[in-house]
């Protein structure tokens, strides 16, 4: 089965998960060659929009006021990212807010991710900025309405899309992805690629110290995700 990649955009009330929310959201699912789905829907946060993200954005408090809330498009989201790599620019950012307002929901949300940033600074090295606007202008990317959900949305797909065409696009991109680890978090012998290799599936893991010494035996049914999430980054 071929990896499917659910690109993603956000449009927000401000820059930290845990105090705002999302106002807008786009998602593009594609399977690495071309586009199998796409869903985007304005979002009512449940309280007033700054002036200045009005300004930025051209959202405004009427045009979420009959908007569907979060939770009214919640499943929607999940069915759309389930089994999916959660793709975006800066993708830290966008991945917190959509995991924030699943935690308001009483529920965990997980995806392995991949940050389109850190794959262009891979596949075209050089460049004086690696935003999303400079991307856009350098490399002439099609793209809506900037800092509109599905029109960033739009030029991610784009940069994905030409990166995926280079001769060692897909492979970089697999070697990007992501679990959700804060990989600073990582001890010194446990490196990413060792936790990508651990089986999907249920059975019971170990850590021990550097003497080799068992300091820790778990078990679950995922035993991937499962040691992954002991590394996991922390929303603010």
């Known amino acids: ?51 200045g993200i009005t300004e930025l954005t051209g959202i405004s408090n009427e045009m979420v006021a009959d908007a569907p809330r979060f939770y009214e498009i919640a499943k929607r989201v999940v069915e759309m990212t389930e089994g999916a790599v959660f793709v975006a620019h800066n993708v830290r950012f966008d991945y917190s807010f959509v995991q924030e307002e699943f935690k308001r929901l009483g529920f965990t949300y997980t995806r392995k991710q991949l940050c389109t940033v850190r794959l262009a600074r891979k596949a075209f090295p050089g460049l004086r900025s690696y935003s999303l606007g400079n991307l856009i202008r350098t490399l002439n990317l099609n793209a809506g309405a900037r800092h509109r959900a599905m029109g960033d949305t739009l030029a991610t797909v784009d940069l994905f899309e030409r990166i995926m065409r280079l001769e060692n696009g897909e492979s970089e991109a697999g070697d990007l992805i992501n679990l959700g680890i804060k990989e600073a978090l990582l001890p010194g012998a446990l490196s990413l690629e060792k936790i990508h290799s651990l089986p999907q599936e249920c059975g019971v893991y170990y850590f021990h110290d550097q003497y080799g010494q068992v300091v820790y035996v778990g078990k679950s049914i995922n035993i991937q995700k499962r040691v992954a999430s002991h590394f996991a980054k922390k929303t603010e």
């Open 1 to 51: 089965m071929s990896k499917r990649y659910a690109i993603i955009d956000v449009e927000t009330t401000g820059g930290r998960a845990v105090r705002d929310k999302i106002t807008e959201i786009a998602i593009v699912l594609h399977d690495g060659e071309q586009v199998l789905d796409s869903f985007e829907s304005l979002v009512n946060p449940e309280c007033p929009i700054p002036y």
